[in-house]
């Protein structure tokens, strides 16, 4: 199997701002974030949205966690939720 990824962490919170980074540009979007449902962040890269932007947001559970994914700039992927479930699952 060919390993897609280039820069790794086995360190989870680490490995999720890498994630997510790594999302943020594939997605074109402003920023991303995942917390919990009860609204500790647990990471954030890019920018946050100006008012009137689109938001996008997904909750999902990983970890034994509720957690709300958001786009700044409205636009989540398949790919996001299950690399975030796949690290906080870990």
């Known amino acids: 199997?060919?390993?897609?990824?280039?820069?790794?962490?086995h360190v989870r919170d680490e490995a999720l701002l890498m994630f997510l980074d790594?999302?943020?540009?594939?997605l074109g979007s402003r920023g991303l974030?995942?917390?919990t449902s009860d609204g500790r962040v647990l990471a954030s890269v890019g920018a946050k949205s100006k008012p009137g932007s689109?938001?996008?947001t997904w909750q999902l559970s990983?970890?034994?966690?509720?957690?709300?994914?958001?786009?700044?700039?409205?636009?989540?992927s398949h790919d996001l939720g299950t690399?975030?479930?796949r690290i906080?699952?870990?």
């Open 83 to 85: 690399g975030v479930k």
């Open 62 to 76: 990983a970890g034994g966690m509720d957690l709300v994914v958001t786009s700044h700039g409205g636009r989540l």
């Open 1 to 9: 199997m060919v390993e897609r990824r280039i820069r790794r962490s």
């Open 22 to 26: 790594s999302q943020r540009e594939a």
């Open 54 to 56: 689109p938001v996008g």
């Open 88 to 90: 906080l699952g870990a």
């Open 33 to 35: 974030s995942v917390a």
